[in-house]
Nanobody
Framework: DVQLQASGGGLVQAGGYLRLSCTAS????????LAWFRQAPGEEREGVAC??????STHYADVVKGRFTISTDINTVYLQMNSVEPEDAAVYYC??????????????????WGQGTQVTVSS
């Protein structure tokens, strides 16, 4: 029973910081790529950041480079969000893709998804 559980969302002021977590059960990350996606109302789901557990290689969407950091430990993937902007408000989803050797946010490669956690940004 492979499961991903996202948490850590909430209300944050513009310019502030927040850390999202996604805890896995039923599998380990050693041969997976992990990613964060987000979806705002009326928008398509888009990739935010991804990491290959084997070597730690990462890739970020241009709009979050320098502000967000993705990392993992044995069973949890994190998204550290700094200098949060109103445009970052969305439901954030974690996902896992098996046997990916390079970081990618091509959605068909991801076959396990968490339930999502809401991030709201106030000005």
């Amino acid at each position: 029973d492979v499961q991903l559980q996202a948490s850590g969302g909430g209300l944050v002021q513009a310019g502030g910081y927040l850390r999202l977590s996604c805890t896995a059960s039923g599998f380990t990350f050693d041969n997976y790529a992990l990613a964060w996606f987000r979806q705002a109302p009326g928008e398509e789901r888009e990739g935010v950041a991804c990491i290959v557990s084997k070597d730690g290689s990462t890739h970020y969407a241009d709009v979050v480079k320098g502000r967000f950091t993705i990392s993992t430990d044995i069973n949890t993937v994190y998204l550290q969000m700094n200098s949060v902007e109103p445009e970052d408000a969305a439901v954030y989803y974690c996902a896992a893709g098996w046997n990916l050797s390079i970081p990618t946010m091509y959605q068909p490669f991801y076959d396990h998804w968490g339930q999502g956690t809401q991030v709201t940004v106030s000005s």
